[in-house]
């Protein structure tokens, strides 16, 4: 027992989707960064281990962001009265061209890592831009940072503005040099393929990125069925597919050979969600984002039904938020508002539902991620919810809920991610 | 000029539905607790008042909050998977009824009043409890607090548990005691008559109030056509009257003789709708509640074109947050949802509408508040917005609209309210 600790508190995580599993005096016991489970009472072969006393404290796991973009944090929270196609080309395009300087990059994906560093969330998966040395800045920040993450230079070959755009031949050269170069260097840090999406990437493109997941075995990511402006596009430009993510199916990027997490599916059709399913494609749902772009409201009930893994994602600057607190609320807020408008043979999510996402739904794209179950690696957020009382005594299930509705980074106190204390 | 000041730094109000005038540098002069307008340069005539240095800060009206409930702040963010009606009996009620204990009162409002003193909000219009002792109590902290406010007992004698059932008699004789006892008691709070809902409320019950608002010019506030269920229950209650608001109208309590403020109007009538306008009730749009309990989207587009006054509430604890900031990017979040799925004859609404109904359009049920502009009631908040600071540079309307996506309590600085800094 190299490599052993106990945090001593209230302690709640997701069981399963439909069960929050929480215990008002309970220890978490890690050992060597993997959690051995929430005993009620300390086992006696942990009896001399360091024990952190978190008297009134609430310990959960770490939060997963499934899907949010460094480079657009600069300028999260304004001109969001746009759809999805225009907001690209006038706010993210032109931002993310500057991150050819590297100081300009080095002082904004500073800020990016401070704000996940300083947050409940404990692993993300990430967009970087197309640019290979900045991204590997990012990179070693988020590994300074603490995070477990998932990161990618962007690839994009066709319908964006000249800084933006890419030699498709170039791209998966540089994309090719960027993972040997990146792949082993970090304990936590990993690089992710990441064609933008289907309008911003030839056929060629993804299929050479197909054949690079397949070769280092590197995971994806991509946005998937997000607006209807968009998923219409999509059909004009690729006419011989038969929906949106046929596209990537045909070059190897959905889910098969490698783990492939697609942020949005508002708009998968009957077709495409049966091979999301057999393929075991990740849903990064992002609510935020799916208002601020007057995207609309993604089938998520469905999804959970169908066992097609879900989780969320802040994916700002679209949502102006890193928080994936923030974006349970929104996911079981929007629910309601799907199912009260648009279909009522589904019911809402619940909040035990939406912790799921939050936490074990989103943390299965890292393995064993998101719970502290035994056999989880231990990811943990200790919070002091003492600001937020009031004259109601309340349980730790009412507490989780209350700190997912009210609370902010203000009260995270402390963050253990693969066992080692961060923050 | 007895009492003048002046303000100096980046300035930002609702000059029209359509349009926010921003100042990157301007003073706003008070001049005894009226706005003397926002000028580029001081003039000569205020040379020698004093100037309050805000370099590097926003000035922006005070923010107004035209529903919520003051007793219900003690449950926020709990219990939030269920629709009105069970909500109403599983969690209102009963803490409601727990403010017949004075120290139970004292201290759970107190927490109330602390939470808007710190917050950006300056104006309220708040429900109590039908309990008379605390709600006066809650009148004398929301006065020490500073903000201007309208206070209501809650009257209710029907189809509400035994602890919070009234005799009708007794309601309006307590109504017109407290009438009495605080209508010229304080300098910013005031008594409003506050039937809880049609269905909780006798026809008696009503027509009395509503002579009792004639009688000593009392306006009025309650709940309006929120959600399907209880204006299912409205129809059967009152077959005879031809929607719900028309059992407020007949009964004097909609808008004439003296104003009211409804909250929801979610599922309003054509014929609600005209008579709204008609008599120029206030809506009090809540998003965040009508989220959280499955009520729906209630048509915000529709009534800014008709005209309808038409403000923003925070809907305490339906709606788990205080912030009118966030209730205004929920409004419009909610409006594009609205856009995408029900109706997309109407658009959705834009960030100078959101700031406008939460800002002036609100404050015109306080008479000429929320807004900077001359001959206002000079309500200021100054933010510091400099820990949402990024790489990219952004004028006053740009910080403004980042501020109400990101910015939260922590921002606000100080307040100034009817001309004096309250914060």
């Given at each position: ?174 994309t090719e040099?960027?993972i040997a170069?990146?792949q ?9 393929l ?14 050479g990125l197909g054949k690079l997941s397949e070769k280092y075995h590197v ?33 190897g990027?959905?889910?098969?050979p490698m ?165």
């Open positions: 027992m190299k490599d052993a600790f106990a945090l001593h508190g209230a302690v709640a995580f997701s069981g399963s989707q439909e069960r929050i599993e929480t215990f008002e005096d309970a220890y978490v016991v890690c050992e060597d960064g993997i959690s051995m489970g929430v005993f009620r009472d300390l086992p006696k072969k942990y009896g001399h281990i360091p024990v952190e006393e978190l008297d009134g404290m609430l310990i959960t796991p770490g939060f997963v962001d499934l899907h949010t973009h460094a480079p657009q944090y600069n300028f999260r929270g304004q001109d969001m009265d746009m759809e999805l196609i225009d907001w690209l080309n006038r706010c993210s395009y032109p931002e993310e061209e500057k991150y050819a300087d590297p100081l300009y990059a080095e002082r904004s994906y500073d800020l990016f890592a401070e704000e996940l560093y300083e947050g409940p969330t404990s692993r993300a998966c990430v967009f970087a831009t197309r640019d290979v040395p900045s991204t590997i800045r990012l990179m070693e920040m988020m590994e300074e940072a603490g995070l477990v993450s998932y990161v990618g230079k962007v690839c994009m070959d066709r319908n964006v503005p000249e800084g933006c755009l890419e030699d498709t031949d170039r791209a998966l050269e540089e040099e960027w170069q990146t082993d260097r970090f304990e936590n840090t990993y690089p992710i990441t064609p933008r999406f289907v309008p911003a990437c030839s056929r060629k493109l993804l299929a995971p994806v990511q991509s946005h998937l069925s997000e607006n209807p402006k968009e998923t219409e596009w999509v059909k004009k430009l690729e006419p011989q597919a038969s929906f949106y993510g046929d596209v990537y199916e045909r070059c990027l959905f889910g098969t783990p492939a997490v697609m942020a949005h599916c508002v708009y998968s059709s009957e077709e495409e969600i049966r091979l999301m399913k057999k393929n075991g494609v990740f849903v990064a749902h992002c609510p935020d984002s799916n208002m601020n772009l007057s995207s609309g409201i993604a089938p998520i009930r469905r999804y959970l039904q169908e066992g097609i893994p879900t989780g969320l994602g802040s994916d700002v600057a679209a949502g102006s938020s890193t928080s994936i607190m923030k974006a349970a609320v929104e996911a079981i807020q929007l629910s309601k508002m799907r199912w009260r408008i648009q279909d009522q043979t589904r019911k809402p999510l619940t909040f035990e539902e939406a912790f799921y996402m939050a936490t074990k739904g989103g943390g299965a794209f890292f393995g064993k991620a998101g719970s502290l179950e035994e056999g989880y690696e231990f990811d943990a957020v200790v919070f002091d919810d003492s600001n937020l009382a009031t004259m109601t005594e309340t349980d730790t299930k009412g507490r989780l809920e209350r700190m997912l509705y009210c609370g902010d980074d203000r009260n995270v106190c402390s963050k253990y991610i693969r066992g080692r204390k961060i923050y």
